[in-house]
């Protein structure tokens, strides 16, 4: 039975080479056997450090792989608190169906800039004075539902609680004035009417 090559780790001297080859071969042969046994050195010091890289770089790209799945999730619109009739009677802040709702406001006959606010996430409407004075006050009321309001106690501007409505809805705002002899503006109380399909902005 014969035996397979003598294979040598590269790291191990160079062997002579045989006396009867030619010097500038031999030569030759010495060097690249030095650079082999370089070679072998270099990457048992440095095999160590090629792992720990390998394995940051495995880690590096999961923690990728998650920011790009989870990073939009935390700049998504949080849950409403109270979707539905849960929303009836309640503050469209505190309970978040203020993010995102959609407004309309009349344009012409409108001087106290009356709004009505409708989140569809929630289920509700509520009416809004932003340009009033203290005493002004604001009324929503939904065709087959219930009625809301507020008045402005200080500065220019009160929203009512919310009122709940379905997919489709009728709903009549209205901005009543102050009573008080010395109010700076005059006007008299307006309405208007909208609906689901009313162009919200």
Not at 16 to 21: K, T
Not at 83 to 97: F, L, M, N, R, V
């Amino acid at each position: 039975m014969t035996s397979g090559p003598d294979v040598r780790d590269p790291a191990d001297p160079p062997t002579p080479p045989s006396p009867s080859l030619p010097r500038r071969l031999r030569a030759r042969l010495r060097d690249v056997g030095w650079r082999l046994r370089d070679a072998g050195r270099w990457l048992r010091a440095h095999a160590r450090h090629a792992l720990v890289v390998g394995v940051a770089t495995s880690v590096v790209g999961a923690l990728a792989t998650f920011a790009v799945d989870q990073l939009p999730k935390l700049y998504q619109d949080p849950p409403p608190r109270c979707p539905g009739a849960g929303c009836e009677g309640k503050d469209p802040q505190s309970t978040g169906c203020g993010v995102e709702a959609a407004t309309f406001e009349p344009a012409v006959g409108n001087p106290v800039r009356l709004h009505l606010r409708y989140s569809k996430r929630c289920g509700a409407v509520w009416a809004r004075i932003v340009a009033g004075t203290v005493g002004d006050s604001v009324t929503v009321s939904v065709t087959g539902g219930s009625s809301r309001s507020a008045f402005i106690a200080s500065n220019h501007d009160v929203f009512t609680p919310m009122t709940s409505v379905g997919d489709t809805f009728r709903v009549r705002f209205c901005a009543v004035p102050t009573t008080n002899p010395n109010r700076s503006r005059s006007w008299v109380k307006y309405c208007f009417e909208a609906t689901e399909a009313s162009p919200w902005e």
